[in-house]
Structure formats: C-alpha cells, structure tokens
C-alpha cells in the first residue's frame, strides 16, 4: 500500500511538473500594457504615475490587474560574465526589483517583455538559449506576467520555442501569466492553451476603426480587422486560455463611438482588456469606457465563453455571447459610414450558440439593459428598435 502511495504521489508530481501553471487566468488578463503609446520610451517614472493611475482612477477596482512593460526595458547587450538581462540604468534607475516591489505595494501585478527569438522586436536582446535563466531572473524579480513576441525567430519552431520559455517558468516556481505573441502566424489557438494562458491571433492593432491612412509606412490591423479574424477560432478560447486579439486603443485617437465599439467588442469576444493608452492624461469619456462596469462583467463572465456574430444586416453584425446563469449579452455594431436602424424581433429569431447548445430561448422574457447608457428596454416580449450611430454599438445585457 505504502508503495503504491508513493509511486502515486510521484505521478501526481511529474504530471504537475509536466504542465504549465494552471488556472492563473480563470477569466480573461485585465491591466496596462506600455507599448501603444510609449514604444521604447518608457521610465520608472512613467509605471510609476501608471500605477499611481491605476488605483486613483478607478480601474484597479474595475479590474486592471496587471502592468506591463513591453520592449526596450532592458541594456542592448547581456552582461557579458553572467549572461543576464539589464534593465536600463538610466531609465530603471532603482532597478526592476524596486519598481516591481512599487507597483506590488499598490496591489497590483508587474509584467515583463522578450522574445523567442535572437533580438527583441526593438533590437534588444532575446531570449533564445537563456530561457531558464531569464525565467529564473524574472521569478527573482516577482514577475507575474511575460509577454513573448516572436521577432528574430525565424528558424524557430514556435511550439517548441514556446512550450521551452513556458516549461523554464514553471521551473523557476513563480506562477506567471504566459501571454504568447507570435501573431497568430503559427496557429497558436491549435496548440498554445497547453502552454500559455494567452495568444496573439492578430497582426498589431492600431488606433483604426476600420482603415489606415495611406501615408503609413507600417500597415496596423484595425479594429474591425481583428474582430473577423478573432470570428473564427473562437472554439479554443475559454478560461484560463484566451484568443488575444491585442491591447487596447481605447484613447489613442479613434472618435469615442470608435472607441466604444472596439471596446465593447473586445468585451464580446472575452478578450485580455490591456489597455494601451496615457491613463495619467485620459480623459473622462475614455476613463468611462474602459471602466464601464457591464461592460467589463460580459468580458469577464465567468461563463468564459467568447460571442459569436449571428447576423449581418445594412453593415449591421448582431454579435451574441452566453453568459452565467442563462443570461446573454448582445451587440450591435454598425460598421458602416451612416446610422443605422436596427429591428430585431426577439420572437423570430433562433438564436442557437452550437458550441454549448446553448439557446436563448423564445419562451422566456428577459429584461433588457443597455450597458451604455444604463436605461431598461422593456423586454424580449417585444421587438427592439433603436438606431445605432455610425462605427458604434448598442451593446445590451438580458438577464432572465
Ligand atoms: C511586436 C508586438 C507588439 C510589441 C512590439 C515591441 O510588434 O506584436 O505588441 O510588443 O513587438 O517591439
């Protein structure tokens, strides 16, 4: 008997030792990421008044966990007797430790930034043949999140260079949130929820509704883009593995019902909500946005389910999304140049998620909200008129 305990309790550990951290993301990742606004132009300064930010404006309680510095934290050389990574002196003055103890001390959590392959997007040193190292680094620097990009990595084999980086950080025994960034170039949602707890599936977003100015010399994806792509994997998805479809542009320059869709729509879609804007400077209609309550209890249903677009009609996308307790959320987002009016009569519909057979069932009434503006529609008994403005939504919770 005892023997067999024993070789059982060896099991159970090889098995634990044999996969990623589990359940580090039951719900979708939420927090602040540095690289859409700043690129390489971050400081300890900066994260600080970030993390400052974070509390006084409301979105730690909202939900914005994590803060995230992207590319160019680091020296351009390792140290050439240890091989470590170097934050940057002049921009780290204090170094990481005392930044990541900083932002501890608010409550939150602290990400790093590298690659799989050689260099950094930015040039900075890579991670390939130091991935146990660095992870050790980052596990003494009490890490909690690695974004892991994929430049400089094209003789890779992604599921391997992945599944290393993810096995080197359960080695170094600190649970960190593994947010995989290949661009969705190697199909991550096939393989990645074994070894991270987040993919890119997307190109990089940029602060566009649905088009880019000519003069770009870099082609970014735009928001409506990246929600056809996201359209199509959404069978991977769930907790504690999430199609990512990018950090947020909310504040960057798209117009507020812009931004509102894009919002909303990554809430529809149960995606990682990093937001990549100056939360020291936002204003008040971009601070409503990203900490709008309803809109954030969709994202985060712990249903875990992302929504599905059931019907397009006039360039209106009626998107759906189950929820907990036999509630939905639906959104209507109008991506054409004109207003558009909306008629949908709950009755004759046959709304059907085949993923989960779940239904939202014609016998019932559910009351409707608007998770916008807060007003009641009356109920599911009757048709739904409204108009949508152009590149907005009306996004709505039914709740049985
Ligand atoms: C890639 C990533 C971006 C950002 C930059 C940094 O382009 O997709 O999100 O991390 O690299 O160089």
Request: glycine share 12%; proline share 3%; charged share 15%.
């Given at each position: 008997m005892k023997k067999f305990t024993f070789w059982f309790l060896l099991f159970i550990c090889l098995k634990i030792s044999a996969q990623k951290y589990e359940r580090l993301s039951p719900t979708p990742p939420m927090g602040w990421n540095s690289?859409?606004?700043?690129q390489t132009n971050i400081s300890e300064d900066l994260v600080k008044g970030i993390a400052d930010t974070m509390v006084s404006s409301g979105m730690k309680d909202a939900g914005y966990t994590y803060i995230v510095l992207d590319d160019?934290?680091?020296?351009?050389?390792?140290?050439?007797?240890?091989?470590n990574l170097i934050p940057d002196p002049v921009k780290f003055p204090h170094g990481m430790k005392a930044l990541a103890d900083y932002i501890h001390s608010k409550g939150l959590k602290f990400g790093l930034y590298n690659c799989a392959g050689t260099k950094t997007c930015a040039g900075y040193p890579g991670t390939r043949g130091y991935e146990y190292q660095d992870a050790r680094y980052y596990a003494s620097l009490d890490v909690d999140y690695l974004k892991f990009d994929w430049c400089?990595?094209?003789?890779?084999?992604a599921v391997e260079a992945y599944t290393t980086m993810s096995k080197a950080l359960l080695a170094a025994r600190r649970p960190i949130v593994f947010s995989l960034c290949e661009w969705g170039s190697h199909k991550?949602?096939?393989?990645a929820a074994k070894v991270g707890q987040l993919w890119r599936a997307t190109g990089d977003v940029g602060a566009y509704f649905d088009t880019v100015p000519h003069n770009k010399e870099w082609k970014p994806q735009t928001v409506t883009q990246i929600i056809d792509q996201e359209a199509n994997i959404?069978?991977?998805?769930?907790p504690n593995h999430w199609n990512d479809p990018d950090m947020l542009e909310v504040g960057?320059?798209?117009?507020e019902g812009e931004d509102r869709a894009h919002f909303s729509m990554w809430c529809m879609l149960a995606a990682p909500l990093i937001a990549g804007n100056d939360i020291r400077k936002m204003s008040t209609a971009t601070r409503a946005i990203l900490t709008n309550k309803e809109a954030l209890a969709i994202d985060q249903d712990a249903l875990g389910v992302q929504g599905f677009r059931y019907a397009t009609k006039d360039s209106v996308e009626t998107w759906l999304k189950p929820l907990t307790n036999g509630n939905w959320a639906v959104c209507f987002l109008n991506r054409s140049a004109l207003p558009q009016k909306i008629n949908f009569n709950w009755k004759n519909e046959n709304i059907n998620d085949t993923l989960l057979s779940k239904q939202l069932d014609a016998a019932i009434t559910y009351t409707i909200t608007d998770v916008w503006t807060k007003k009641n529609f009356a109920n599911t008994s009757k048709p739904l008129t409204a108009t949508v403005p152009s590149h907005d939504v009306l996004m709505l919770r039914l709740s049985k």
């Open positions: 690289w859409n606004t700043f160019g934290w680091m020296m351009m050389q390792r140290d050439s007797i240890t091989g400089y990595a094209d003789s890779l084999n991550p949602w096939l393989w959404r069978q991977y998805a769930g960057n320059g798209m117009r």
